[in-house]
Structure formats: C-alpha cells, structure tokens
C-alpha cells in the first residue's frame, strides 16, 4: 500500500481508446460503491478532475500505444505503478486500431488529414505489454464490469 495512505489508491489512465471500458466503470455504480469504501481513487480523469500525485497501488490502463508520446507516458505509468492491470481489447491486443498495422500509415495520414506534417503517429498500434512488463490482463470490448470489480 501507498505510504501515508491507509487504502490501496487506484489510477485509471487512458491511451488510444474510444473510453467504452472506462465508461463500463462509472456504470457501474452499484458494484463499484460496495467497494468505494475499500480503495482510493486517486486520479481518474473520466470521473474527476480531482487528481492525488502518485506513486499509486494499482494503474487500470485502458487503450493501446499509437503515438511516440503514448510510448514515453506508459513508461511513466509502469514507475508509479505497483500493479499495472490492462483493461480491454485496445490495451491488451491493439485494438480496432490495430488494423493500421496491415497498412501504410503514412498513406492513410495524408488521405485523412488536411495537414498530416501535424500528426505524429507511429506505424503500429500495439498492446501495453509490448512496452511495459504488465502485470494482469482483462480482455473484452468493452470489459466485463463485475470481473474487474
Ligand atoms: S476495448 Fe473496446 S470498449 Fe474498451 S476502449 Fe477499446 S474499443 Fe473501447
């Protein structure tokens, strides 16, 4: 646990996602009040602009890496982070938008964008583990609320 704070604290963060997983969380209401009283939430940017520094007791990742940034800022992540849990099928497999991996990004950047020299993309999106060791996976599009409850 978190020195200093006597309930585990819990980051919610997001990559490239469309935040269904996320969203799953707050509908989840009644699940998550039995254990409201149990954890911290200590930076959940969906739910509340209320942020607590880290390090944090358990990072729920949601979303895959597409950007040179997302790449440098899940490596932050992983260092405040004493369990790292990846949440659905954009964090844990890539995505839907992993189906840029079968193309030519750059082609698709020119085509989409009035002034793609803005848009800093990588070729691929990948999955967080292939960035950053991890230590749960929850699959789904979106997850499965009472399983990670
Ligand atoms: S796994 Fe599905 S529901 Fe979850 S963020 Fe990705 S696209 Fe959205």
């Not at 963060?13 to 254990?35: M, N, R, T, V, Y």
């Not at 085509?111 to 789904?140: F, M, Q, W």
Request: aromatic share 6%.
């Amino acid at each position: 646990m978190t020195e200093g704070i006597g309930r585990p604290t819990v980051a919610v963060w997001k990559f490239a996602s469309c935040d269904g997983c996320q969203l799953s969380l707050l509908s989840a209401e009644d699940e998550l009040l039995a254990i409201a009283g149990e954890i911290e939430i200590a930076y959940f940017l969906e739910a509340t602009r209320e942020v607590k520094e880290g390090p944090y007791d358990i990072s729920l990742v949601e979303g895959s890496i597409t950007t040179p940034d997302d790449a440098e800022r899940i490596r932050q992540v992983r260092d405040l982070s004493t369990t790292l849990v990846t949440i659905g099928a954009c964090a844990t497999a890539g995505g839907i938008q992993a189906l840029r991996n079968f193309g030519d990004v750059e082609a698709f950047r020119s085509l989409v964008y009035a002034r793609p020299e803005y848009v800093e993309t990588l070729a691929d999106s990948t999955a967080i583990a292939e960035h950053v060791p991890v230590d749960l996976e929850l699959r789904g599009c979106p997850i499965e609320t009472s399983q990670l409850v």
